[in-house]
């Protein structure tokens, strides 16, 4: 059976459900479980999201539906899998670009920012406790230096790989109505726990890290942020961190999928962003971009709309008080 015939389940009377073609409602929902995002839909008309969620333990399963295309920017808590996206959806982070296609599945790591441009359609997608996933893959590597880490990815998925996801999300969605005995109900979380691992090890994304502590990488990460109006360089970076320029260099590839001054500049991008939210008629947009280390304003607003979907100073006129009188 190909991967196209393999058919989602539909999303359960018992889960719970969200409708709105409201942006803020919809950015403050969604917020709650996966953080501060942006949305910026493409086309005037009704938004038409729609999101149905069945929760356990451990794994999370969601149907989604959306009526105009949109550009999505954010990072994901937990483990994420997209099984099922509309067909062209178009994911980035930093300079790499994926597309989504029917046979593919896009892998969210927790903390990688992306950026996602969808078009109308529905998605189907498993959330995964990092936790209970990193135990799984744990236990069965052998032991090797480095600590465990997760990757963002896109990968093909084929019809065995593709059924043993469904057939794993099933029996979750069979258990989850809530009058399902503890036991049953942990057993499929387990074999959807299991599933998500299996494919995740062959498609290689989860790896041990071999060069600088997570520990280390959190801080300097945070360092960043406290700094991003200073002039910053590689070799601060590494002064900083205490650890040499290849070792850096590996480990923000590893761990983020982008070198150590592209993640300082899509911080950069995310700040910039920030401020034109919340800057009203304050700041000029050149203000705010040169404030931030962007020299050139052309490069700026491309890397700006590459990332959110629109141009800076759209932005900045989404955040302006209206004006009645």
Do not use: N
């Not at 808590?77 to 790499?96: D, F, K, N, Q, W």
């Not at 899509?266 to 962007?294: N, P, Q, Y």
């Amino acid at each position: 059976m190909s991967s196209s015939q393999i058919l989602i389940p539909d999303a359960p009377a018992w889960a719970h459900r969200f409708r709105s073609d409201d942006l803020d409602e919809i950015l403050e929902f969604v917020g709650r479980s996966v953080g501060d995002h942006s949305r910026v839909p493409h086309r005037k008309g009704a938004v038409g999201f729609e999101l149905a969620v069945l929760g356990g333990d451990s794994v999370q399963l969601g149907w989604g539906q959306v009526a105009i295309p949109m550009t999505i920017r954010g990072a994901v808590p937990e483990p994420v899998l997209h099984l099922t996206m509309p067909p062209g959806s178009e994911y980035r982070i930093g300079r790499r670009r994926f597309l989504g296609e029917r046979a593919t599945a896009m892998f969210l790591a927790p903390g990688w920012e992306f950026s996602r441009r969808s078009p109308a359609g529905s998605s189907f997608v498993m959330g995964v406790s990092g936790i209970r996933l990193a135990d799984e893959v744990e236990a069965r590597t052998s032991a090797g230096c480095g600590e465990f880490e997760m990757r963002l990815q896109c990968f093909d998925v084929d019809g065995a790989e593709r059924a043993r996801l469904v057939g794993a999300a099933l029996e979750s969605v069979q258990t989850g109505q809530g009058r399902a005995e503890p036991s049953r109900a942990a057993h499929a979380e387990a074999l959807l726990v299991s599933a998500v691992a299996d494919l995740l090890t062959r498609k290689a994304a989860v790896a041990r890290g071999r060069e600088v502590a997570s520990s280390r990488m959190a801080d300097l990460e945070s360092w960043i942020d406290s700094h991003l109006q200073e002039p910053l360089t590689i070799g601060r970076l590494c002064q900083v961190a205490g650890v040499g320029e290849r070792s850096l260099q590996m480990s923000f590839v590893s761990r983020r999928g982008v070198s150590p001054m592209r993640f300082v500049t899509e911080r950069r991008l995310a700040e910039a962003h920030r401020r034109l939210k919340a800057s009203g008629a304050k700041h000029d947009v050149t203000t705010i971009a040169m404030g931030l280390g962007f020299r050139h304003m052309g490069r700026f607003a491309r890397l700006y709309r590459e990332a959110f979907g629109e141009v800076p100073s759209r932005s900045r006129q989404r955040s302006a008080p209206s004006v009645s009188g």
